[in-house]
């Protein structure tokens, strides 16, 4: 696979000479864990569904690491080719990518929410030449969809199915064989090792392009972000973190995969959201330090408040993906005992703004931190003018952890020649530099800190024969922050319910998070005298009441 990375080598130099770029990969890291502290815990995984939890000390894993790789060039896996895996936080997603890591493989995380529509796109432009699947994963059979979809993905050579039983299963050609111990293992583990500037994870994102965009990262980006993160949340070798948030979003990736990695600490993950459970992984693992969508610290708190069982290991609970209440910081302190902190980031590149945690607790719902070191943000009008305090504008970002650009789409790289990446991201800044969202140019949906690719869903329902003119918008909603409704105009005699709608998106096979949660039918859209349809309209439609129930 050739990567366009092109946004990487202009702030090479600046990057090295600033110490932002510390020309280290995961490799490093992992082999610093394998020296200092082998027989440490490193990594414990919990599968809801069946209770089984596996652990790992740091030998063991890698151990495990250098055996997948071998299983991994076996298949063919050569230096630069693209290892897709759809699998949830299953101790498998960390070893898969540390054993790309090991022979220059570059990893695709995709979401287990993801069906065949953003699938196939995504496998065929990132030309993945194997795909990793559970065989059933919350009821849904992803093998099946997987086979279905190989005979249309040239380039896919080969399924890996965790759980399978057939040659295919993920047992039988990565993690059964002792491969580390064939007699070419150590060549093969050596010889490719990526460098800090090669491409080393594939992750996409929705947009509003009509296309999901594949954001490419080297290590140098993601460790740029992931150190000083760190250290601003005081994170250290004897932190434990809990990740329940997907390790196929950039949230869990670097902070719940590599983060612990990096500081030789140990990571808990779990693969489906159950909150009781949480609370008795934290309770039992001793963590200390999670990081989630705000309706993640909704339910902790009310369950930890409902049961009676305490967190207190649990110092610092970091919330991203959308507002924070006001309400639910001052509860969650009280209930949680935790420091919540507020952050903003895309996956582009990583966490941008974080509060601090001398902050008061107030910074936390009033705004979106400030920048970490290494990144530098400014608020500009549509002409590229610095705006002053407090007044909205367009949100420019220059972070040593930008990525290397969209793979195969460098004019959407949204990057000018001093470095500034426009986010599509309305905001304000204070005196202390300290963001706030205030809105999205882009027109994507944020439900419970999943981006929806509202274009392409708008698309879609374009072509339902009964729809003239169609609008997603966002609503808020306490939980989530914000859930998705379209709304419609119809053509003369047409009719259309909201189940009409939900089994016409169905059969298109759209992931069931991507449909919108209501529908509303209007005479006429407002509009723009050209014929825009004008969003922010609907909007305080649905806000004061005047659409809909």
């Known amino acids: 696979m050739e990567f366009d990375a092109v946004l990487l080598a202009p702030r090479r130099a600046e990057s090295i000479a600033r110490g932002w770029w510390h020309d280290q990969t995961i490799n490093q890291a992992l082999d610093a864990c394998l020296a200092h502290c082998p027989d440490k815990l490193a990594l414990t995984a919990l599968r809801v569904e069946s209770g089984e939890t596996r652990r790992f000390t740091w030998r063991e894993v890698g151990q495990l690491a250098d055996r997948i790789a071998v299983g991994l060039h076996r298949l063919g896996v050569r230096r630069d080719d693209v290892v897709a895996m759809q699998l949830p936080n299953w101790w498998q997603f960390s070893l898969m990518y540390l054993a790309c890591s090991r022979i220059g493989a570059v990893i695709n995380p995709l979401m287990p929410i993801f069906r065949e529509r953003e699938l196939s796109f995504m496998l065929r432009h990132g030309e993945a030449r194997v795909l990793v699947v559970p065989r059933v994963f919350r009821g849904f059979d992803h093998e099946a969809m997987a086979r279905a979809l190989q005979p249309s993905l040239p380039a896919l050579r080969q399924l890996v199915v965790v759980d399978g039983e057939g040659p295919d299963s993920f047992e039988a050609l990565l993690g059964g064989p002792a491969w580390e111990q064939a007699p070419d293992a150590a060549a093969i583990l050596t010889a490719a090792r990526p460098g800090p500037d090669d491409i080393t994870q594939l992750i996409y994102t929705s947009g509003t392009t009509g296309e999901p965009k594949g954001v490419m990262h080297s290590a140098n980006t993601l460790m740029a972000n992931i150190i000083p993160y760190a250290e601003r949340m005081n994170l250290g070798a004897e932190d434990v973190v809990l990740m329940a948030s997907p390790m196929a979003h950039q949230t869990g990736f670097m902070y719940g995969l590599m983060m612990p990695v990096m500081l030789r600490a140990s990571a808990v993950l779990q693969d489906i959201w159950e909150p009781r459970r949480a609370i008795e992984l934290i309770r039992a693992e001793g963590a200390s330090f999670t990081m989630a969508s705000t309706p993640f610290l909704t339910d902790l708190t009310r369950h930890v408040q409902e049961s009676g069982l305490a967190v207190p290991s649990l110092r610092t609970f970091l919330c991203a993906g959308a507002p924070i209440p006001g309400p639910l910081v001052e509860q969650a302190r009280a209930v949680l005992g935790s420091k919540i902190v507020s952050a903003w980031g895309m996956t582009e590149n990583g966490a941008v703004t974080l509060i601090r945690l001398d902050d008061a607790d107030e910074r936390a719902f009033s705004t979106d931190g400030c920048a970490l070191p290494g990144v530098s943000v400014k608020v500009v009008d549509d002409q590229g003018r610095s705006l002053p305090e407090g007044e909205v504008g367009r949100l420019l970002v220059r972070a040593c952890s930008n990525f290397g650009g969209y793979l195969r789409r460098p004019q959407w790289n949204n990057t000018d020649a001093e470095g500034w990446f426009d986010t599509g991201d309305l905001a304000r800044m204070d005196a202390q530099g300290y963001i ?22 708008e698309s879609l329902l374009y072509r339902h024969p009964a729809i003239a ?14 859930r998705g409704c379209a709304v419609a105009v119809l053509k003369p005699g047409q009719q259309l319910g909201f189940a009409d709608m939900v089994a ?24 723009t005298p050209s014929g825009k349809i004008q969003k922010f309209r609907l909007r305080e439609m649905l806000r004061d009441g005047s659409l809909g129930g």
């Open 504 to 527: 016409f998106l169905k059969a298109q096979k759209v992931a069931v998070q991507y449909i919108p949660e209501r529908l509303e039918v209007l005479p006429a859209m407002p509009a």
């Open 436 to 457: 706030r969202i205030s809105g999205r140019s882009k027109d994507v949906i944020i439900r419970g800190g999943e981006n929806i690719p509202v274009v392409e869903i």
């Open 469 to 482: 003119q169609v609008a997603i918008v966002a609503y808020p909603d306490e939980r989530l922050g914000e």
